[in-house]
């Protein structure tokens, strides 16, 4: 796949379980932060944003904690399935930047059939 | 499909030269960015246009420009390529490039990969 050469760190997860993701950033003053995925052969697809002053939000699936104390963001993925093999990126924005986003450096998640 | 086309898909050229990529946003999209993902940087902002003007500047080499056209489309050039250049380029485009920007969220093409040899 086109990834295959990022040095990244890998969550292998089995079928039908629960999968969490994290990330740590390190703009403090960030307004927003979005998780990405990314299949191979494709381009990052949008999955899931927070605002700065939330602390959860949830989706199809998939919920996202924000802790501002730690700088922490995780990506959690209910009943995980094939389809949710991908790289997984982070990234964060501020409202004075216009869209330009930080990523992080990914994560690649395997589901184990 | 993010609605985001790119093409080429892949392009091999050697050191030295100069080649063009291009991007069409989706419609109705007003801004058009540029990433550039290495095998050891990941994803790294390189410009951004809104609306055919130039809105923000990442880490993009003078080697490196783009411009966005009236009709939206948008191409990278690249030139005197060097062997480090060889990368995946996405492009990405949204409906605003203003501040608060948080329901405008980026679609990706599925970029062109470029491979300098």
């Known amino acids: 796949g086109e990834n295959v050469g990022l040095h990244l760190p890998t969550l292998s997860v089995q079928e039908g379980d629960n999968s969490i993701i994290n990330c740590a950033y390190s703009?403090?003053?960030?307004?927003?932060f979005i998780w990405y995925k990314q299949e191979s052969g494709k381009g990052p697809q949008f999955i899931i944003d927070?605002?700065?002053?939330?602390d959860k939000r949830q989706g199809q699936r998939v919920t996202v904690l924000l802790n501002k104390t730690v700088k922490h963001l995780s990506l959690q993925i209910a009943a995980t399935q094939p389809g949710d093999s991908a790289v997984y990126f982070c990234?964060?924005?501020?409202?004075?930047?216009?869209?330009?986003?930080?990523f992080g450096g990914g994560t690649r998640l395997m589901v184990k059939p | 499909d993010s609605g985001v086309t790119q093409t080429p898909k892949h392009l091999i050229t050697a050191t030295g030269q100069r080649v063009t990529l291009r991007c069409s946003p989706r419609?109705?999209?007003?801004?058009v960015y540029w990433y550039q993902q290495s095998l050891d940087q990941g994803l790294q902002f390189l410009i951004q246009?809104?609306?055919?003007?130039?809105?923000a500047k990442g880490n993009i080499l003078e080697r490196f420009s783009a411009q966005q056209f009236p009709d939206l489309h948008s191409e990278l050039n690249l030139s005197s390529l060097e062997l480090g250049d060889s990368a995946l380029y996405f492009c990405?485009?949204?409906?605003?490039?203003?501040?608060?920007?948080?329901?405008?969220?980026?679609?990706f093409g599925n970029g062109t990969r470029l491979t300098v040899t």
């Open positions: 990405a485009s949204s409906v605003g490039g203003r501040p608060n920007s948080y329901n405008s969220p980026l679609h």
């Open positions: 703009n403090s003053a960030s307004d927003y």
């Open positions: 927070i605002r700065s002053n939330m």
């Open positions: 990234a964060e924005g501020h409202n004075n930047a216009g869209n330009m986003l930080t």
């Open positions: 419609s109705g999209d007003l801004s």
């Open positions: 246009y809104y609306n055919g003007e130039e809105r």
